[in-house]
């Protein structure tokens, strides 16, 4: 690749970039479900290749993606010339270039992980101003005009975008109670007058955001933009799987959403309505639903065999919890308390059990030196050791929390398969206090299994307890 990409380079690009140079640390990043990054240095340059995974057809890609690599490459271009921060698009690859489907662009300072821009100190000025920065770009990318300098965008109406959510799980044949609950919200509470079509960036949050000490320098991953409502964005980035540590506060983490919203008209952006938010955070969360149950898919049809699209598979716990938490805040306060223990696994004896073994390698993989390790091996140490804990959990604690949920059922006169059918029918009402309560204590259960770390288990804890 370094061949190929010094070819490229000194052929198109040698006087943009100050003439011919090697390249030199050329390294794959960390992260990246869908698409590769990689980073390295033309000479004193430093850049980044967006590639398609090579195992990845145009197919697969259409799944995950609404542009091509090619579109994403262009709309970059297109934002930035609108004032939406962005690193500059250097070139996009031609299939005589040896070297995949995707583009170079400049490799811009600033920092992504969702943990260190939260929590370290050297990030506390950028954190006082980020709801500000937020605003500012989204305002600026909801106002780049619907023109031939864009490549063709899919227009997202919210009607549409419920039936091809729909038509997501009806593929995947994934049967939960929470989720057909949250169709029926989302048709019910589903805005009658369709908004402007702004361009959207469609995966604008934590992650995908570029900050340095003093804010934010980066809008990445343009790979989702579509047309469609400006609330989509807005709420896209409150959504709770998005706030990564810091689940209280909306607005990736780091503000609220008042203020949020405040700044966003300040900065040009059209007024919308919290319900129309709220709309679309019960939306995105079960989008992300839907998202775990493709990754599931890949992985399963050895479409793509990686680690980590297997976990994220596991991850529709979280999505389910933060629906039924999102769907109880529209309606008011969370009514009622719920007596909840984690589950308990009694005590092994003779030999050691299945749940031990797991339990055992799981320990072996955290006591592993992860400062040895190059940063993918890194990152995949504890994708693996997080994916094992669940199996451990399941092992040891599956059939307590399975017991725990026929009583349950039992009292309410069904069984998992009755009760899963009475919600898809909208038999089931979040109004019932007894099905509330069966609704929050699986959800908290089959959150504990997958996820015990998650941060809106201690969330809903707080709200449900």
Known sequence: MRAALEAVLQTRCGQPLGGTHPISGLRRLSGGANMETWAFDYGPVPLILRRLPAAM??????????????????????????????????????????????????????ETLAKRIQKKPEFEAARRRFTTDCARELAHIHQIPVNNELPSLPLLTPQRAIEMLSDEFAHY?????????????????CPDAPAEPSVLHGDFRLGNLLIDAEGMTGVLDWELAHLGDPAQDLAYICTPSWRFANYAQPVGGLGEMDEFLRQYALQGG????????QFWLVYSSLWWLAVCLKMAGFWRSGEDRSLERAIIGRRVTEAELDLLLLMESANGDYPAKVVWQPPAAADTVGTTSYGDVSQAVVEWLNGIDLDA???????????????????????TLGPV??????????????????????????????????????????ALDRLYLDQPEYPGLGFALKRWT
Not at 373 to 395: D, I, Q, W
Not at 418 to 440: C, E, I, M
Request: charged fraction near 20%.
């Open 373 to 395: 390790l190059e940063p993918r091996l890194r990152f995949e140490n504890r994708v693996a050791a997080n994916g094992l804990g669940m199996v451990t959990r399941a092992l």
């Open 270 to 277: 059209q007024p919308v309505p919290a319900e129309r938010v």
């Open 57 to 110: 057809d145009s197919a697969q890609v259409n799944q995950v993606s609404a542009l091509s690599i090619e579109d994403e490459a262009r709309v970059i271009r297109t934002a930035g010339a609108h004032g939406v921060t962005v690193p500059s698009v250097i070139t996009t690859l031609e299939p005589a270039d040896g070297i995949g489907r995707g583009f170079i662009m400049s490799r811009v300072q600033g």
């Open 401 to 442: 929390v399975a017991a725990r949920a026929a009583d349950r059922l039992a009292a309410l006169k069904h069984d998992e398969d009755s009760f899963t059918v009475a919600a898809k029918n909208g038999a089931v009402s979040l109004d019932d206090p007894a099905t509330l309560t069966h609704l929050r204590l699986s």
């Open 173 to 189: 044949h994934y049967e939960s109670p929470i989720s057909y609950l949250a169709f029926h919200w989302l048709r019910q509470c």
